[in-house]
């Protein structure tokens, strides 16, 4: 039938009318029925659940999945229950902190993913969850049954952070939340943004993203708009000019794009402080003072210049030498930053005390804490769990002193002098006697270990400097090797026990960082007798608790070396469960250190040498080409050993000699 020019109009009225009464209908009946139009119900961990709460730039539009467009976004909520887990649609690297506890990584994790593999006890937890790479994407929480979400205490105050590679805290281990950007809103006490891309410059020229229009975009790329009344900044901190130089950007140029970015800036978060900061290499200084001083001149008085000349020294607080900072002039950096801004917001920011960052206390940055060390617990006393944990600081002055809870043995060696033992010390233990020549000087401690524990009262509280002297990062080695083992990795019955073991002698002679995840007496497998099992207790930062899990973005391991299954025997282990146990211990350090290689040493008494091989083999047929097996045979002589199992002083420098270059062969030196 032919139609009339009529027709279709006619029928699109009729479809739209009908539309319209079918969702009246359904509306009505999804009433009568006690429902609801797809919307989530609170506490229900669903993406649309308003006690999540989504800090910084995320797409949430489908109301199924939701999405951050831009470096260090995270969010937070609070549950009931005992376990919680996470949705998420492709592998992904995320963090995930529980009630305030460390950032632990989830690494290549897709699926339903479970945060709390220890179920915590019950009540209220909190979590937080921020993305490092992958599918960034999070599709909702998986609660206990009869759980749900609570709406989190969150802070009512945001910075916003504006910048490059430098602000989204490239290089360093963890990203984003190793910048400056993150650690100056945690220290504020505020919730913090970073709208900040590498690579990116002020000005949009040859290729480069321009961040003075890219900044009102919900992502990084793309070009829809951000609905501004999402969240209203309290502060917003701009660190551009790095990239700007190396695209032709000329100082006029720039100076007028930064003075069009504050105006911009404030006609978008009206009552907000600005804070334009010099850039560390000290690029368009004359001009971005300029900007700020034309928005001044024109009546904004809350736009500020931040001058940064000497936050950082060159070297050692960089990661190269293209102006990226290392997690060390991060901090730093956040440590000058945080009380500029706090100084200007006022009530709205509450910084938190400087007293751990000071010069010579424990959360001072120019101190390296190298091994698993709790500095989580306290911000007063640091407390290192395994043996062969030391830490190494630089310092100016002539003398310097040890502040320790209790009493304690250690080592101390001082520039490149003699190491000294103090035996059965406390309290503030002075290292310098006969003071130092006027300068700087460098420090290293460890505490002495006996059969794994700490004897005594292991606890870093702090150094004592002369008036007037300060900290510095000493230089520090590029690579770490983590040894695994029981008592002879321990270094039991040597003269100096962890510094005279074998694995500290090879650290030190390949000029690398160097962990002892050993215990004295410890076994692969957790026997039923009490024996330390180090297959479960490597992911641990106490051997000898359950929990807490060790954080591991806190180093990353270019070498492992396992010494392990001396003492299984005694315990009844079966030869079947040693393979397995061990097989599994290799999947975990892969886990935790993706790209290092593992050397799984045969025991020197010949122990379980059939089931340590053959792990070794089915982790390469697996696929894991970084693994080798290390056949000891004939390197210890009778001589060599304190009683028929613990190498001596000479025994553990015999297997340093064979063993170092082993590990050179494959990561170098």
């Not at 929480?141 to 749900?148: C, I, P, S, T």
């Not at 190494?392 to 000294?420: E, H």
């Not at 650290?507 to 995840?517: D, I, K, N, S």
């Not at 089931?611 to 210890?636: C, I, K, M, P, Y």
Request: hydrophobic share 35%; with cysteine.
């Amino acid at each position: 039938m032919q139609t009339t020019p009529h027709s279709t109009p006619l029928r699109r009225v009729r479809h739209a009318l009908s539309a319209v009464l079918t969702a009246v209908l359904t509306a009505c009946l999804l009433s009568l029925a006690g429902g609801s139009p797809a919307q989530a119900a609170p506490g229900d961990g669903s993406v649309s659940d308003p006690d999540i709460g989504y800090v910084g730039r995320w797409d949430v539009g489908s109301g199924t999945a939701a999405v951050p467009g831009w470096t260090g976004a995270y969010l937070q909520t609070a549950f009931t229950g005992t376990t919680v887990k996470v949705r998420a649609r492709d592998a992904v690297n995320l963090y995930a902190s529980i009630d305030g506890g460390p950032d632990v990584f989830h690494a290549g994790v897709r699926g339903t993913v479970n945060l709390t593999p220890t179920p915590l006890s019950a009540g209220t937890h909190t979590l937080r969850i921020s993305y490092r790479s992958g599918d960034t994407v999070f599709q909702g929480l998986v609660l206990d049954a009869g759980a749900r979400t609570v709406s989190p205490d969150t802070p009512s105050g945001l910075v916003e952070f504006v910048g490059d590679s430098i602000t989204a805290g490239a290089l360093t281990d963890r990203l984003a939340l190793d910048s400056y950007a993150w650690k100056t809103g945690e220290r504020l006490g505020m919730r913090h943004t970073q709208i900040a891309r590498a690579g990116y410059c002020l000005v949009a020229r040859s290729g480069c993203t321009g961040l003075s229009t890219q900044f009102f975009k919900t992502a990084s790329t793309g070009s829809q708009d951000w609905d501004f009344s999402r969240y209203r900044a309290d502060a917003v901190v701009v660190n551009l000019g790095t990239n700007d130089i190396g695209h032709g950007v000329s100082g006029t140029a720039f100076q007028s794009a930064y003075t069009k970015f504050l105006g911009d800036l404030r006609a978008t978060y009206p009552d907000a402080h600005l804070f334009a900061v010099q850039t560390l290499k000290k690029r368009y200084v004359t001009e971005t003072r300029a900007a700020v001083s034309a928005r001044a001149n024109a009546g904004d008085a809350r736009v500020h210049y931040v001058d940064t000349t000497g936050w950082l020294t060159d070297g050692a607080d960089y990661e190269d030498g293209n102006g990226h900072p290392n997690e060390a002039g991060h901090t730093k950096f956040a440590n000058r930053l945080a009380p500029v801004i706090g100084a200007r917001l006022g009530s709205t920011a509450t910084v938190k005390s400087a007293e751990a960052a000071a010069p010579g206390r424990p959360g001072d940055p120019n101190i390296k804490f190298v091994g698993r060390w709790d500095t989580r617990s306290s911000s007063t006393a640091y407390t290192p769990y395994w043996a062969g944990a030391y830490y190494r600081v630089g310092f100016t002055g002539r003398t310097v002193q040890l502040k320790q809870r209790g009493t304690i043995d250690f080592w101390a060696r001082i520039d490149d002098g003699p190491v000294k033992f103090y035996d059965d010390v406390r309290g503030t233990v002075n290292l310098t006697p006969s003071p130092l020549s006027a300068g700087t000087h460098t420090l290293q401690v460890n505490y002495q270990v006996v059969a794994g524990s700490y004897r005594g009262d292991a606890v870093f509280q702090g150094l004592f400097l002369d008036s007037g002297a300060t900290t510095f990062a000493p230089p520090a080695p590029g690579r770490l090797i983590e040894f695994v083992g029981d008592s002879i990795t321990v270094g039991t019955t040597t003269s100096q026990n962890a510094r005279t073991a074998y694995g500290w002698l090879i650290g030190e002679r390949l000029g690398a960082e160097h962990t002892q995840v050993a215990q004295g007496g410890a076994c692969l497998v957790a026997a039923a007798d009490g024996c330390v099992g180090l297959e479960q207790q490597f992911t641990r930062l106490n051997p000898n608790a359950a929990t807490p899990d060790w954080d591991f973005s806190r180093y990353r391991a270019d070498a492992v070396v396992i010494n392990l299954g001396t003492n299984d025997v005694g315990h009844g282990v079966s030869s079947t469960q040693f393979q397995a146990a061990y097989s599994s211990l290799l999947r975990k350090v892969r886990a935790a250190y993706p790209q290092a290689w593992i050397f799984a040493l045969e025991t020197f008494r010949g122990r379980y040498v059939p089931q340590t091989e053959a792990a070794v083999r089915a982790a390469v047929d697996g696929g894991d080409s970084r693994v080798s097996f290390v056949d000891t045979t004939g390197w210890l002589g009778s001589g060599d050993l304190t009683d028929s199992v613990h190498p001596n002083d000479q025994g553990h420098r015999v297997i340093a000699d064979r063993l170092a270059p082993v590990i050179a062969a494959r990561i170098g030196t």
